[in-house]
């Protein structure tokens, strides 16, 4: 079994800077990849960066050049988002692709963190 605890959402201007952190803890043996999702008011959850365990990032057209994902040694998973505009405001999920003694190559899931950004 394996838990995401994220961290670090709140209210901020617009062009202001955020960073999420993304713990994750549990039996595991090994981190696959992980990410970021959001889900804005009235919107489909969306995909905004991934990490793999090689360090390969994927990011939404959206966020690009403003988000950086990023991962310590310690199962942490950053995302740093700069220049946010209020089209940023949403729930903020973290995702991980892990390998567990329950089972491998299962994806999990945080509890979310929200972001709101103001005009």
């Known amino acids: 079994q394996a838990h995401l605890v994220e961290s670090g959402g709140g209210l901020v201007q617009a062009g202001g800077s955020l960073r999420l952190s993304c713990a994750a803890s549990?039996?595991?043996?090994?981190?696959?990849?992980m990410g970021w999702y959001r889900q804005g008011p009235g919107k489909q959850r969306e995909l905004v960066a991934t990490i793999t365990s090689g360090g390969s990032t994927n990011y939404a057209d959206s966020v690009k050049g403003r988000f950086t994902i990023s991962r310590d040694n310690a199962n942490t998973v950053y995302l740093q988002m700069n220049s946010l505009k209020p089209e940023d405001t949403a729930v903020y999920y973290c995702n991980a692709n892990l390998d567990t003694v329950i089972a491998n190559g299962k994806t999990y899931w945080g509890r979310g963190t929200q972001v709101t950004v103001s005009t």
């Open positions: 549990g039996s595991i043996f090994s981190i696959n990849a």
